[in-house]
């Protein structure tokens, strides 16, 4: 059973890096927002596997939610696009 547990770690921690790069290289801000959104939700379920609960709390809470609204009503306030 833990050899399942391991693969469904990596392969969370692999996307969880996928979407971080994606956050990073994407020119669209809010775009940029919704994979880091992602990526804290893969990282979470990381969290979750290796069997720490109040840290997943605690992290959907702020990086999900506060940490997505507070950027998005930032970029509400520029332009959508990055400039060049």
Do not use: C, N, W
């Not at 969370?12 to 990526?39: H, N, P, W």
Request: charged fraction near 10%; hydrophobic fraction near 65%.
């Amino acid at each position: 059973m833990i050899e399942v547990h391991m693969i469904i770690l990596a392969v969370v921690a692999i996307l969880g890096m996928v979407f971080s790069y994606l956050a990073v290289t994407e020119k669209d801000l809010l775009k940029a927002i919704g994979y880091s959104a992602v990526q804290a939700v893969a990282y979470a379920v990381a969290f979750y596997i290796l069997m720490a609960p109040d840290v997943v709390l605690a992290y959907i809470a702020i990086a999900v939610g506060v940490y997505s609204a507070l950027l998005v009503f930032v970029v509400s306030k520029t332009e959508r696009y990055e400039v060049v």
